[in-house]
C-alpha cells in the first residue's frame, strides 16, 4: 500500500505562483511513477504532469507546459509540482497519483494507470 498526501493548495491571483507536494509512505518510493491530475468543477479529472520513478523523465500536458514543473526527491519521498503563471482556468482540486513502475523511464497519462491516489488539494486562482 501507499500514502499520498498533497498539500500547498490554496488561493491565488492570476500569474502568480505556487508549490504543491506530495509526500508518499508505505512503499519504497523510488520505484513509483508519479503524476499529478486535475479536476475542475463539472469537468473529468485531466492528466497535468508525470515523472518516471527515477525522475529522468517528465511528460506535461500541453496546457501546462512552459509553465510548470513536476520534479521529485526520493530522500524525502516527496514530488513537487511547480506552478507558474498562474491562469483562473487553472483553478481545480488537484491529486496526486502513484503506481509501481518496472521501468525505470516510463510515465502514464491515464488516470486508470495509477493504483494510488491522495486526498487532493484545491487551487483556486483568481483573476
Known amino acids: 500500500q501507499v500514502q499520498l498526501v498533497e498539500s500547498g493548495g490554496r488561493l491565488v491571483q492570476a500569474g502568480g505562483s505556487l508549490r504543491l507536494s506530495c509526500a508518499a509512505s508505505g512503499r519504497t518510493f523510488s520505484i513509483l511513477t508519479v503524476g499529478w491530475f486535475r479536476q475542475a468543477a463539472g469537468k473529468e479529472r485531466e492528466f497535468v504532469a508525470g515523472i518516471s520513478r527515477s525522475g529522468g523523465a517528465t511528460y506535461y500536458a500541453d496546457s501546462v507546459k512552459g509553465r510548470f514543473t513536476i520534479s521529485r526527491d526520493n530522500a524525502k519521498n516527496t514530488v513537487y509540482l511547480q506552478m507558474n503563471s498562474l491562469k483562473t482556468e487553472d483553478t481545480a482540486v488537484y491529486y496526486c497519483?502513484?503506481?509501481?513502475?518496472?521501468?525505470?523511464?516510463?510515465?502514464?497519462?491515464?488516470?486508470?494507470?495509477?493504483?494510488?491516489w491522495g486526498q487532493g488539494t484545491q487551487v483556486t486562482v483568481s483573476s
Open positions: 497519483a502513484a503506481v509501481v513502475s518496472g521501468t525505470s523511464s516510463i510515465i502514464y497519462t491515464r488516470a486508470g494507470s495509477y493504483d494510488y
